[in-house]
T-cell receptor, first 114, second 113 residues
């Protein structure tokens, strides 16, 4: 059982480039979310989805786009990368809502924007 | 608005000593409370959670936490720390049906041999 997988593990981008961070889960979880982790800031919610076809913004959505065409996949798109988006990105999933259920985290993607 | 405060950024304890990590939350109703642990270079893993009932909850790896409504606290404890417990610990509060989780900024635990 793979759980939550994220690719790539590491990525370096130049300012203005776009890219997609991949996230997949094989637990048939309805709820998925993306967080960014910055030193001293904890985890901040970027976007989340309560099921296929339904997404919503979290605390820090600017500069990011998501879609949820299947239950399994929840990609995060950076439209035009900026140095402020240098961070570690975590995808998480849960059977129920994140506010009341255990979240399962992927191993993270470390992104550097030059 | 709900919030979570972890007052200690970094704590160092000796192996075998007891541990208490503090967490205070701000939320009008009874919250859903969680402690997650992040080992270096890894994702987060749930240690324990509190929804209702007994205010002392047991988790994995010998950790426990106590919910104190009067103090708006949910402190994490372990009677005897092992070197493998060195990690970063995050307290989080959820609003149940509102869907989202708010994380504290984390406490990094170092363990001295």
């Amino acid at each position: 059982n793979a759980g939550v997988t994220q690719t790539p593990k590491f990525q370096v981008l130049k300012t203005g480039q776009s890219m997609t961070l991949q996230c997949a889960q094989d637990m048939n979880h309805e709820y998925m979310s993306w967080y960014r982790q910055d030193p001293g800031m904890g985890l901040r919610l970027i976007h989340y989805s309560v099921g296929a076809g339904i997404t919503d913004q979290g605390e820090v959505p600017n500069g990011y786009n998501v879609s949820r065409s299947t239950t399994e996949d929840f990609p995060l798109r950076l439209l035009s990368a900026a140095p402020s988006q240098t961070s570690v990105y975590f995808c998480a999933s849960s059977l129920g809502l994140a506010g009341s259920d255990t979240q399962y985290f992927g191993p993270g993607t470390r992104l550097t924007v030059l | 608005a709900q919030s979570v405060t972890q007052p200690d950024i970094h704590i160092t304890v000796s192996e075998g000593a007891s541990l208490e990590l503090r967490c205070n939350y701000s939320y009008g109703a009874t919250p859903y409370l969680f402690w997650y642990v992040q080992s270096p270079g890894q994702g987060l893993q749930l240690l324990l959670k509190y929804f209702s009932g007994d205010t002392l909850v047991q988790g994995i790896k010998g950790f426990e936490a106590e919910f104190k409504r009067s103090q708006s606290s949910f402190n994490l404890r372990k009677p005897s720390v092992h070197w493998s417990d060195a990690a970063e610990y995050f307290c989080a509060v959820g609003r149940g049906s509102q869907g989202n989780l708010i994380f504290g900024k984390g406490t990094k635990l170092s363990v001295k041999p």
